[in-house]
Nanobody
Framework: QLQLVESGGGLVQPGGSLRLSCAVSGFTLDDYTVGWFRQAPGRERTGVACISQSSGYTNYADAVQGRFTISKDNARSTMYLQMNSLKLEDTAVYYC??????????????????????WGQGTQVTVSS
């Protein structure tokens, strides 16, 4: 059974940092395109960052470019989102997601939730003074 479990969320002051982790099981992380998404109350789920399985290409939302870094450790079956210089508007529930090479074979990863068919349960990130 494929499973993704996020951790590392919490309360942080503006300008602070957090590192989210997503531990996966039931599949090989290296065979999947993966991404981080977030959803604030009353708003749609949007892409934050992603890594393409086929190329290693990474993509970031404009709102987090230069502040957030996505990475993965295939040996540990874990992906990460390092978040620096956090802002009030980064407050949201953060989700990790994955889609297999068979279902998404593209040089670029998708910043849209649509092709991702495996999701974690989410972790809350609150940026507040």
């Amino acid at each position: 059974q494929l499973q993704l479990v996020e951790s590392g969320g919490g309360l942080v002051q503006p300008g602070g940092s957090l590192r989210l982790s997503c531990a996966v099981s039931g599949f090989t992380l290296d065979d999947y395109t993966v991404g981080w998404f977030r959803q604030a109350p009353g708003r749609e789920r949007t892409g934050v960052a992603c890594i393409s399985q086929s190329s290693g290409y990474t993509n970031y939302a404009d709102a987090v470019q230069g502040r957030f870094t996505i990475s993965k450790d295939n040996a540990r079956s874990t992906m990460y989102l390092q978040m620096n210089s956090l802002k009030l508007e980064d407050t949201a529930v953060y989700y990790c997601a994955a889609v297999s090479r068979e279902q998404w074979d593209n040089y670029f990863c998708s910043g849209s939730p649509t092709p991702y068919n495996h999701w974690g349960q989410g972790t809350q990130v609150t940026v507040s003074s």
